[in-house]
């Protein structure tokens, strides 16, 4: 809304800072912590009276999760309020890419509610049907990538290869739902401990900042040998106001965590970051920065594939950070050795810009 209305004074005065997009950046990552960080504790309250005793804690999993009992969900809720509403302010809104993102956060987003609704009102942790969740998400990912699509090459870039691509053609189409929907679930598998999916789901937003910013400028994109994709440099707003409405959330999720993300959180941040990487044109790199969560959703299929053939269990328990608790890891150590990890991904990720 503020960028229009500087684009119809024609950025004169202080309204010329509009027409840059590292201003706008800054301003929604600023907007989204204050919104995050006003609204967070009515928020929590207001979950904490709906649901009464909270997420069902799985009996099966660590013991040390059985403290975690009475603590409200659903606080993903806050960070799309926060996202949202620094977006309509900043953000330009004729853009195709943020619609794009906005139909996947927001759709994702409700697909987890009614995830979330479902466990709370049951008391259960099964949720959704796996085949209705998954079919809903696709439908989500596929308008998303069609609209992606109308605006970009239905090629696939390969890293660390100045100019080389592969061309899909109309298969780009199912490849980027594909790439929308593991990203989504894949944060939501690794959603299990206080903090664990908050932080480097920020890290992967601040590195794909960057790569937004530089891919939609030709200069930048021609220096780099990278995809120059006119117009993905507003993503990188995009991406600030998930660095921002995060660290509002991850301010009541630390340990211990006054409210979980949920499935309301993960899946729609997850596939956010899905969205954001096709539209750049880097969906590799995406595999790289959230070399995580790639981790947490592989040890999963790989747990239950063994034990379909075997009857036998490769680790002690899935998702892999359950497997290090049960080793004997304290919480906090799996969480901050994970964002180290993070970090050290999101650096090789954005390496990948230059070793061409």
Known sequence: MLYLIAEWFQYEGLSNLFRYQTFRSGAAFMTALVIGLIIGPKFINMLRVRQGKGQPIREDGPQSHLAKRGTPTMGGLMILTALIGSMVLFMDVTNPFVWACIAVTVGFG???????????????????????????????????????????????????????????GWLYYVFAAVVIVGAGNAVNLTDGLDGLATMPVIIAAGTFA?????????????????PHVPRAGELAIFCAGIMGAGLAFLWFNAPPAAVFMGDTGSLA????????AVAA????????????????????IIQVFWFKRTGRRVFRMAPIHHHFEQKGWRESTVVIRFWIISIVLAVLGLATLKLR
Do not use: W
């Open 269 to 276: 941040l997850g596939g956010a970051l899905g969205c954001i």
């Open 210 to 226: 960057i790569i937004c910013y530089l891919a939609g400028r030709v200069d930048y994109a021609n220096y780099l040998g990278i």
């Open 281 to 300: 044109h880097h969906e590799i790199v995406l595999a790289i920065v959230g070399g995580l969560f790639v981790l947490e959703a592989a040890s999963v």
């Open 110 to 168: 409700l697909i987890g509610f009614m995830d979330d609704y479902d466990k709370v009102t049951k008391r259960h942790h099964a949720g959704l049907s796996s085949k209705v969740r998954l079919l809903l998400e696709f439908v989500v990912a596929g308008i998303a990538a069609y609209i992606i699509v109308s605006q970009i090459s239905t090629n696939l870039y390969v890293p660390f290869l100045s100019g080389r691509y592969i061309p899909l």
